[in-house]
């Protein structure tokens, strides 16, 4: 049986999103999607001393109702991008895997590419090869369906074009989604549930839910692979 999931494109964000890729067959990213300044498109959290901090991509002024693939970064992004990195050199240089984790960090900040989906689409395809997912990920554009659909209609159009059986959500969506309408679609909707995960951040008290940044900084890559089996389908 087929597994399919489909997400919007985030920028190394917290275990979670990866949990979903991992758990299944074909990751379709939405870039025809639009972007709302309130999502974590170009945004993610880091660890700073005891707790959170909040690191953006600076994009281009534009109208809000543009997609993400007609989105870019503003022109003068790199600057901010430098101040982000020397944060995270500062924050994670004494952290066990820093070594070999920040130039794989670097390398996603440090894309060429303007564009903001293509931007983190680069970076999903750098994380997915280090922890080694091999899902098949697919952009939603590239999929022949209508793509004035909207809500579940969209969804079960792409889950169809696909050719998939189940399509799993991230927990969110349980209060999107009715499984009597997936059903009678013929397809079987399941909603993903990450365990409670703790890992050892300097000694200190724990701050969850970082981008995926703190957990292969703090974290070998067996231990991170055991991680991405942390969750149960609801």
């Known amino acids: 049986?087929?597994?399919?999931?489909?997400?919007?494109?985030?920028?190394?964000?917290?275990?979670?999103?990866?949990?979903?890729?991992?758990?299944?067959?074909?990751?379709?990213?939405?870039?025809?999607?639009?972007?709302?300044?309130?999502?974590?498109?170009?945004?993610?959290?880091?660890?700073?001393?005891?707790?959170?901090?909040?690191?953006?991509?600076?994009?281009?002024?534009?109208?809000?109702?543009?997609?993400?693939?007609?989105?870019?970064?503003?022109?003068?992004?790199?600057?901010?991008?430098?101040?982000?990195?020397?944060i995270i050199q500062a924050n994670y240089r004494k952290a066990p895997y820093y070594a070999e984790v920040y130039p794989l960090i670097e390398a996603c900040f440090l894309s060429s590419e303007r564009n903001l989906f293509q931007y983190i689409y680069h970076s999903i395809k750098v994380i997915c090869e280090y922890l080694g997912i091999d899902t098949t990920i697919t952009i939603s554009s590239t999929i022949n369906i209508d793509h004035s659909l909207k809500a579940d209609e969209k969804v079960i159009a792409l889950c169809k074009a696909v050719g998939t059986d189940v399509y799993i959500n991230a927990i969110g969506g349980m209060e999107l989604y009715d499984r009597h309408t997936f059903s009678s679609h013929i397809l079987e909707l399941k909603f993903i549930k990450t365990k409670p995960i703790v890992y050892e951040q300097f000694g200190r008290g724990f701050v969850p839910w970082l981008s995926i940044i703190d957990v292969i900084m703090f974290n070998d890559k067996p231990t991170v692979k055991r991680l991405l089996d942390e969750y149960e389908l609801l």
């Open 1 to 86: 049986m087929k597994k399919t999931a489909i997400m919007q494109p985030y920028f190394l964000p917290y275990i979670g999103y990866w949990q979903l890729i991992h758990s299944v067959d074909e990751f379709i990213v939405y870039d025809n999607i639009e972007f709302t300044k309130k999502g974590w498109f170009n945004r993610n959290r880091i660890l700073e001393g005891e707790h959170d901090r909040l690191f953006t991509i600076p994009i281009k002024k534009d109208s809000d109702y543009l997609h993400v693939d007609q989105r870019y970064l503003s022109d003068d992004s790199e600057k901010e991008i430098t101040r982000t990195l020397r």
